[in-house]
T-cell receptor, first 115, second 114 residues
Framework: DSGVTQTPKHLITATGQRVTLRCSPR?????VYWYQQSLDQGLQFLIQ???????AKGNILERFSAQQFPDLHSELNLSSLELGDSALYFC??????????????FGEGSRLTVL | AQSVTQPDIHITVSEGASLELRCNYS??????LFWYVQSPGQGLQLLLK??????LVQGIKGFEAEFKRSQSSFNLRKPSVHWSDAAEYFC????????????FGKGTKLSVKP
């Protein structure tokens, strides 16, 4: 158990819909990262937050947005869903904003299926 | 652009045999390098990491990796594979800058024959 909690574990929805994925980081971790894992693209970095502020942005679509709340949990919002958004979405957390401040701990992921 | 290549999509080894998983990276400076393992239905677990110093790093579960700057490689090794090592292995590279995101390779799936 990494200490990173993601909900829901599985989600099935239809095209055009909107979903929210939630992540609670490990106790004491201030950085939260979102990754998308799909068969064709592999593991793609989406976005990083540190202590409530956006820190880095990767290949995140405009239909996707995220935020980190004062209690440090994070939510990833996916809207106008398409079939190609079906993937496993991972959240990870770390103590600080940079790699040399500590390792990334990954949650077990939220599997999104868009029908 | 920075990238990570894992040339082997799937490897099968016999239990007790040695293992080497290859990883090559493309990056302008000395990167931070990582190996993660993902078991079915699980998240990613860190096996080992290289930031600087000794180029041979030891990790958990008996794994080790060697950083070779001249070859831009960070291959993962284990002298004797156990059936429980069957999983998918990901090599990742990170920046030394102000952010903590990682770039992952496509992964190598390891199967272990009894």
């Amino acid at each position: 158990d990494s200490g990173v909690t993601q909900t829901p574990k599985h989600l099935i929805t239809a095209t055009g819909q909107r979903v929210t994925l939630r992540c609670s980081p490990r106790s004491g971790d201030l950085s939260v990262y979102w990754y998308q894992q799909s068969l064709d693209q592999g593991l793609q970095f989406l976005i990083q937050y540190y202590n409530g502020e956006e820190r880095a942005k990767g290949n995140i679509l405009e239909r996707f947005s995220a935020q980190q709340f004062p209690d440090l949990h994070s939510e990833l919002n996916l809207s106008s869903l398409e079939l190609g958004d079906s993937a496993l979405y991972f959240c990870a957390s770390s103590v600080g904003p940079q790699l040399n401040t500590g390792e990334l701990f990954f949650g077990e992921g939220s599997r999104l299926t868009v029908l | 652009a920075q990238s990570v290549t894992q040339p082997d999509i799937h490897i099968t080894v016999s239990e007790g045999a040695s293992l080497e998983l290859r990883c090559n990276y493309s990056y302008g400076a000395t990167p931070y390098l990582f190996w993660y393992v993902q078991s079915p239905g699980q998240g990613l677990q860190l096996l080992l990491k290289y930031f600087s110093g000794d180029t041979l790093v030891q990790g958990i579960k008996g794994f080790e990796a060697e950083f070779k700057r001249s070859q831009s490689s960070f291959n993962l090794r284990k002298p004797s594979v156990h059936w429980s090592d069957a999983a998918e292995y990901f090599c990742a590279v990170g920046y030394g800058g102000s952010q903590g995101n990682l770039i992952f390779g496509k992964g190598t799936k390891l199967s272990v024959k009894p």
